[in-house]
């Protein structure tokens, strides 16, 4: 089996998953949690260099009030009470997303999970927070915009990969596999451009349901697909 080096999974369905055990949604995200900590080992025994999570949209602020809260606690809790535990397994903690309009509290935890990871390499491990493919571009084009005038960019020097390395996953490998999990088949604003020539695969099982052999059948539909990126023959792996 060809493990995908970078993997990203949008973990959608613990809402579902609650109601349907007449649960709280709230239950749903904490088993969410559960799921993204077996995740995170299992991605890390199978070899992929890179695991991206969908865990806070820049759309979720429009849930209500007690949801959003539940969802911020979570993750507190996770890069909190986690960091040690991530940092043994030699986990590289990074946060993608918008941090302008963060709390100065999670910003400050974030950084701290950042240093201390920073020399980690088992398993790097973006967690998409406040995460929304458009505000990345649309803040890619600010700071292009920005050093452009500032006279320390040409116009046209602004290409596909001037872009690529100013996006929040700069410098890691290209996305190989993007899964969703809960049944829906769209990509909710996470990682489009990265997403180009992803394998895409979708899967019926709620996010909390999800772990180890679940992320191995991901994996090994990806190994088993051709990847031409626009040409006409199969291309073994990508370098960019
Ligand atoms: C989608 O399920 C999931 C989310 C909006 C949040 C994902 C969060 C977690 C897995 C837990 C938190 C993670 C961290 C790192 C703290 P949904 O609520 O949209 O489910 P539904 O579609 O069934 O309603």
Do not use: C
Not at 153 to 166: F, K, N
Not at 187 to 212: I, K, R
Request: hydrophobic share 40%; proline share 2%; charged share 25%.
């Amino acid at each position: 089996m060809v493990t995908a080096r970078h993997v990203a999974i949008i973990m959608d369905g613990n809402g579902r998953w609650a109601t349907a055990r007449g649960l709280p949604r709230s239950a749903g995200h904490r088993a969410g949690v559960e799921a993204l900590r077996r995740t995170v080992r299992a991605a890390g025994d199978i070899g992929v260099e890179v695991l991206t999570v969908y865990a806070f949209s820049s759309e979720n602020w429009s849930r209500p009030k007690s949801e959003v809260s539940d969802l911020l606690g979570l993750f507190r809790h996770f890069v909190e009470r986690d960091l040690r535990k991530l940092h043994e397994a030699g986990v590289r903690v990074r946060m993608i997303g918008n941090r302008s309009t963060l709390a100065g509290d999670i910003l400050t935890l974030i950084l701290k999970a950042e240093q201390l990871t920073a020399d980690n390499g088992k398993l790097q491990l973006n967690i998409a927070f406040n995460y929304g493919s458009r505000d990345e571009v649309a803040r890619v084009a600010q700071q292009l915009a920005a050093e452009v005038a500032a006279g320390h960019l040409a116009v046209d020097d602004i290409s596909e990969d001037a872009i690529s390395s100013r996006l929040d996953t700069a410098g890691q490998p290209p996305l190989d596999l993007l899964i969703r999990t809960g049944g829906d088949r769209r990509l909710s604003n996470f990682l489009m451009w990265q997403a180009s020539y992803a394998e895409l695969v979708f899967t019926d099982t709620h996010w909390p349901d999800f772990g180890f052999d679940d992320l191995v059948a991901a994996v090994s539909e990806f190994s088993g697909r051709e990847r031409r990126y626009g040409g006409l023959d199969a291309v073994k792996s990508a370098t960019g």
